[in-house]
């Protein structure tokens, strides 16, 4: 059951934060593929944390490549905020600025929530894995 929660609850922070991210098409900018597959990412968390209830083994797949395919957005944005940190920080203060507070969930706890989340998806696997090599 926590280990639903989490993957819903990661599944949200992230999906939040990539659809917000997206809402600039809106506004004119171009589609960018990498929030796409991590809101792709973010759906397959959220299956992940239903099917986990039911099938701990393929809930453990399904949220392992869920949190792959977030990574392919939260890895790249991670290395770029460590490397302009400066940059980073100005972007920081004008969402806290202007109240907005979704941007500044996905920069702060979504890492911090996909690498739990991955991690443990890992473990479970492993421990799915090594029972059933044990009962066969």
């Known amino acids: 059951m926590k280990r639903a929660l989490l993957y819903g609850l990661t599944a949200v922070v992230t999906g939040l934060h990539n659809f917000y991210w997206l809402m600039s098409i809106v506004n004119g900018a ?65 969402f806290v600025s202007y109240g907005e507070y979704i941007p500044l969930a996905g920069i702060f706890i979504a890492p911090i929530l996909l690498v739990v989340c991955t991690v443990d998806s890992i473990r479970l696997l492993r421990r799915c894995l090594a029972i059933s090599a044990t009962s066969a």
């Not at 929030?35 to 392992?64: E, Q, Y």
């Open 30 to 94: 171009p589609l960018n593929p990498m929030n796409c597959i991590a809101l792709i990412g973010s759906a397959l968390l959220l299956i992940a944390a239903v099917i986990l209830l039911f099938r701990t083994r393929i809930g453990a797949l399904v949220a392992l490549g869920g949190s792959v395919l977030s990574w392919v957005f939260y890895a790249p944005f991670l290395v770029v905020s460590a490397f302009m940190p400066f940059t980073a920080w100005l972007e920081i203060r004008g």
